[in-house]
């Protein structure tokens, strides 16, 4: 227990944990010039590989941020994947040429030791450090305020923070402090994960192999080592070089030489989700919330975009401009998307995995002859390739989310993630999240009529910033006719809050006030 008289501190949000949860969340509010703390127990951030892909959706939430084109840059896009059945292999592409709605048509290959250097560094650049070696240990809510106990070293303080976000892994100390239930179950396979050198094996792709036991997977990394390897190993084995090159022979009869590991552990699977996600003035995002296989690569990724979707809403919150139902549409919104996410990849582990002869039978002799089937048409492998990359998760029975009552017909609704498209702006043509491309409101008023934004400017000043569009391809793709108007409120995070036909504003500025306070 921490010595009461221990002084206060005082900040707008405390984040626990430094991982990318942690760190993104830092960006987004840092964006809005929110006073921030970012913690983290472990003295060092890490050096391995561990999470290794970031989904196109998670480069657009992290774009405003000015942090999507570092990522970009550091890691490797030219990527397919090969899967090596017993008598033949099958490519897929993992990017399409068929999505034309973002800017990022591509899953990135890159190690969450990079991802986590590349946040950081950003977080330096707006002056937001990152304190390590420091362990929450207490946590008491009061009115307007949660008071934390923290332990670095041997010196003990306490820190009063308008709210708190546990970002803290797996066994979070803010949700156990917190007392939120984190129900699931554990599956019974190990698994071995190991960062290191491969001869023979064909680079510029991943590649998986299937086995009667389950899959041998690598993956293309760069840093710290060529290589990642995953691979399920018995209980209570050591994942050291002899033993994972023994797997090999398990899988596949190519002179596969392993060498050189740089790092190597063991791992089982669990698959849970916290009951809530808010408990008063404290918050939980990303492992401390939900933890899953890592069937699809949608842990990082679906952890940073809780930090996104979380961000804005505490920033308006410490600015007094928004409440309880903007902070509440947190939980509302992200955990369908955890639970979705958890029935994923749960189903793709099991067939992956499981022992069962009819499941060995399905890996070994079915996969062969339906895969190249199914991957043919190219429809079905865009599909995939958008849920697998996020883009289709959508808000749309959120509280933040209405259609005017002069419905439009086509195009994206309230709640849906607002697409890219390339417009004609201010003499030149771009793309409309770049014209989006900053931490705020955007009203998107489509056509050439005059629109009066007094009452909304008025209202919220500087908080809604106006986009006119007359570009008719872009309103097409934003399902408005050719010649009728139409506006969008598009929140900070890249959804629509708001669409309807026309030139009235009155109901818009009814949804505002029910979002937000003037």
Known sequence: MADQSTPIVDVDVLIVGAGPTGLALAAELAAFGIRTRIIDRMIDRVHESRALAIQPRTLEVLAPLGIADALVEAGNRMVRLQIHFPRRSVTLPLASARIWDTRYPYLIFLSQAETERILGEHLASVGVPVERGVELVELKQSPGAVTAALISGDET???????????????????????????GRA?????ALADLEVDELA???AHAYLG??????????????????LVMVAPGASPDLPVLQRMITGYTQQPLTLHDPVW????????????????????????AAHIHSPAGAQGMNTGIQDAVNLGWKLALACTARGGDTLLDSYEQERLPVARTVLRMTNRAFRVATAPTSVARFA???VAPLLVPLVLRPAA???????????LRIRYRSSRLSREGSSRMRRGPRAGDRLPDAQVHHAGSRTSLHRLLNDPSFHLILVGTADWDLSRIEDQWPGLIRSVRLTDRSAMAELGADADAAAHYLVRPDGHIAYRARGVDLKPLESHLRRMLRS
Do not use: N
């Open 157 to 183: 303080s306490r820190i009063r923070a308008r709210y708190v976000v546990g970002c803290d892994g797996a066994h979070s100390a803010v949700r156990h402090l917190s007392g939120i239930p984190f129900a």
């Open 187 to 191: 599956f019974p396979q190990t698994f």
């Open 203 to 205: 680079r510029g792709r």
């Open 212 to 229: 009667e036991t389950g899959p041998l997977l690598f993956f293309p990394l760069g840093k710290p080592a060529a290589w990642r390897m």
């Open 264 to 287: 190597s552990t063991t791992f089982t699977v669990h698959s849970r989700y916290a009951r809530r996600f808010r408990d008063g003035r404290v918050f939980l995002a990303g492992d």
């Open 363 to 365: 890996r070994l002799t």
């Open 380 to 390: 079905l492998r865009t599909a995939g390739f958008r849920a697998v990359a996020q």
